[in-house]
């Protein structure tokens, strides 16, 4: 049973970074496209970046792109989100989920999900 286990998460002010780590169990982590995904309270899940599995290939919603940064480091089983400059309407719980497609974009894409870690941003 594969799993991905969010974290990083938590209360930051507006102008400040968080890094997010999301880990995954099992031994095909390194053939999958990653994803990051975020829903806000009382709006749909958004796609926010994605990684191919060598990482050599990264795309990004265009609300966060210059902001966040996608990586992966498959010898740790392990995607990252380095999130910089955060503004008040980046608070949402942040999935990370993986693809056997390559380029996935819509979370319909995906077959596996995290459980979510809380990112909130003050004013």
């Known amino acids: 049973q594969v799993l991905l286990v969010e974290s990083g998460g938590g209360l930051v002010q507006a102008g400040g970074s968080l890094r997010l780590s999301c880990a995954a169990s099992?031994?095909?982590?390194?053939?999958?496209?990653m994803g990051w995904f975020r829903q806000a309270p009382g709006k749909e899940r958004e796609f926010v970046a994605r990684i191919n599995w060598s990482g050599g290939n990264t795309y990004y919603a265009d609300s966060v792109k210059g902001r966040f940064t996608i990586s992966r480091d498959n010898a740790k089983n392990t995607v990252y989100l380095q999130m910089n400059s955060l503004k008040p309407e980046d608070t949402a719980v942040y999935y990370c989920a993986a693809s056997i497609y390559g380029r996935a974009l819509s979370s319909s894409t995906y077959h596996k999900w995290g459980q979510g870690t809380q990112v909130s941003v003050s004013s």
């Open positions: 099992g031994r095909t982590f390194s053939s999958w496209t």
